[in-house]
C-alpha cells in the first residue's frame, strides 16, 4: 500500500503556481471569497484558501454577508462582482443557508470568474470536454492526483460512490472523457443502489463521495484498487481537545492494507481542491489578460 | 417481448402538443430550422421537424447555407436569429462539415432557444437536474419511453453503450438523476471498455448508442432485458430499391427474443427525439410568454 500524499502534491502545484504569477506584469489575479454566516467549517475554509492565496500572491478579497442576506440581495452583491474588472475569480463559499437557492446562486456567478467550477455552463463544458471551462475544484483535483502518481485510467473500472453536482457527476464525467485521465469505464452508485459492494468491489479506481463517514469497509474494495477518500466528516473523539476528528468515507485503517494506493483525510482530497482553486484563478486571469 | 412503439408513443404526444398549442392566442411557437450543404440524411431529418411542426401548428422557418459557409458567417447567423424575438427556437441540423468547430456552433445558440439542447448551458442545468434548462432530444426521448412504458428505474441497472455528448453522456445523467425516472446505477461503456459483454449482460435497462450496426447481439443481453436501440446505420441491402435499409446498434431478429421490451429501428428512438423537439419548442415559446 502506498499513500497518496495530497499535501505534497498540492504543494507542488502551489509551488508552479508561485513561480508563474511571479511572471505576471502589473496586476496580480484577484479573487474574491463570498462567505454568508459564520458557519466554523466555512470560516476555517475560507482562511485556508486566503492564505493559500497569498503564498502564491494572488490577491483575494473577503466579503461577508449576515446569515440573514436575502437571495436577492446576494444576486446583486455577485452581480456588482462579476462587474468588476479588478476582480478575476469569484467563490461564493458552500454551504448557503437554507433560505437562499444554492444552484441559483452558483449559476449567477459569470462562467468566466466561476472559479469553482459550480455554474451550469462550466458544468457542460466539462462534459463537452471543452477546456475554456472550468472544472470544479475537487473532481479536478482529484483527476490530477491520478494524473501526478502515473495511476493509468484507459480502460479501467472507476466507481464513483455519489452523484453530487459538486464531485460526483462530474468526476465520472472527467473519466469517461478522451483524455489521459478518462478512456475508463465508469459506473455511478449511490444511496438507492442495491448490492453497492458488488460494484465497489470491481472498481480498479474507487472514488468514495457519499457523504458518510468510514462507510467504505474493507469487504468492499477489491485487493490492490486505488482508493480516493473525498469525505470530510466529523466524528465525537473524546481523546481530543476539540472533542471531534475528522475521518474519510472511507474506513481507512482497514481498507488502507487492501488498497494499492490510497488518499488520507485529511491529507488527501482535501489540499488538493484548494490547489485547484488556484489553478482555476490563474487560468480566469490569464483569459482575461488574453482577450484585453 | 414487446415492442416498445415509439411511432405511436410520438404521435400521442404530438397530440397533447397540438392541444396545447392550439390554445395560445396571438403568435405561435415559431422554431428555425438551420442545415448546412444537401447532406440528403439532414434534408430528410429537417424535413420531416418540419412536418412534424406543421401538423403541431408551430410555425417553422427554414434557412439553408451552402456547404461552404465559414464558421465566422454561421456564427453571425445564428446570432441574427438569437436576436429575433419572433424565433422562439434554433436547431442547427448536425452534422455540420468539418471545417466547422460544431460545438463552438451549438454553444452559440442562445440557451433560451437551444430547442436541441446541445449548448453547454443546457448540459450543464440537465446534470443540474435544473428543468428550467432544456434536455436534448434523443436522452430526453429515451426517459419518456422509459417513462410512458411505466418502467421501473429506482435501483436498476442502467448500462450506456457509447459516451457521445448528445446521447450517451447525458442519458446516463438523466438516469441518475432524483427524478421518478431516475435513481438508477449507471454504466457507461464504450469503444475502450475491456469485456463489453459483462457490463451489458447486467443491465436491467441497455442503452445502445454506439454507432455500430447490429453491434448488441444476444450473447451481450441479459434475458428480460429492456433494449433501447439509438443506432441508426445504413446497410447494403440489395432487395431494397434504394440499395441499402436502415438497422440499429442491435441485432434486433436475434436480441429481441431474449429482452422484455425493445425499441425497434426504424420505429423507435427516431420518431421521439423528432417529438421532443417540439416539446422544447413549446417550453420555448411558453418562457417567453411567461417573461413579457
Known amino acids: 500500500m502506498e499513500l497518496i500524499d495530497g499535501n505534497e502534491i498540492a504543494s507542488v502545484i502551489i509551488e508552479e503556481l508561485t513561480t508563474l504569477v511571479a511572471t505576471f506584469q502589473g496586476h496580480k ?3 474574491a471569497f463570498v462567505r454568508v454566516g459564520e458557519d466554523p467549517a466555512s470560516v476555517s ?5 486566503e492564505k493559500t492565496a497569498a ?5 483575494s478579497k473577503l ?7 436575502s437571495q436577492d440581495s446576494l444576486l446583486k452583491e455577485i452581480d456588482s462582482l462579476n462587474q468588476d474588472s479588478s476582480i478575476h475569480g469569484i467563490l461564493v463559499q458552500a454551504p448557503l443557508p437554507e433560505h437562499i437557492d444554492s444552484r441559483k446562486i452558483f449559476n449567477s ?8 467550477g459550480f455554474n451550469a455552463t462550466n458544468l457542460g463544458k466539462l462534459c463537452q470536454e471543452d477546456n475554456d471551462g472550468f472544472v470544479s475544484c475537487t473532481p479536478a483535483g482529484i483527476v490530477e492526483l491520478i494524473r501526478r502518481k502515473g495511476i493509468e485510467t484507459e480502460g479501467k473500472r472507476v466507481v464513483v460512490l455519489g452523484r453530487s453536482l459538486i464531485v460526483g457527476k462530474p468526476v465520472g ?5 478522451k483524455g489521459s485521465t478518462g478512456n475508463a469505464t465508469v459506473t455511478y452508485c449511490h444511496s438507492r443502489t442495491p448490492d453497492l459492494e458488488r ?7 474507487l472514488i468514495a463521495a457519499i457523504g458518510k463517514p468510514q462507510f467504505v469497509t474493507e469487504d468492499m474494495v477489491r485487493p490492490g484498487a486505488t482508493v480516493i477518500d473525498v469525505g470530510i466528516n466529523r466524528i465525537p473523539d473524546e481523546s481530543k481537545k476539540s472533542g471531534y476528528r475528522l475521518v474519510g468515507d472511507v474506513d481507512f485503517e482497514k481498507v488502507a492494507p487492501k488498497s494499492s494506493l490510497i488518499t488520507p ?3 488527501g482530497v482535501g489540499p488538493m481542491t484548494v490547489a485547484m482553486l488556484m489553478v482555476n484563478t490563474v487560468k480566469a486571469y490569464e483569459k482575461t489578460i488574453a482577450t484585453s
Chains 1, 2 share one sequence.
Open 265 to 267: 483525510v485529511p491529507g
Open 173 to 177: 464525467m472527467l473519466f469517461l472523457g
Open 55 to 59: 503564498k502564491i500572491g494572488i490577491e
Open 45 to 49: 475554509y475560507v482562511r485556508k484558501k
Open 199 to 205: 460494484h465497489t468491489q470491481e472498481a480498479d479506481i
Open 63 to 69: 466579503i461577508v454577508f449576515p446569515e440573514t442576506i
Open 29 to 31: 489575479p484577484c479573487v
Open 109 to 116: 456567478v459569470s462562467p468566466k470568474k466561476d472559479v469553482d
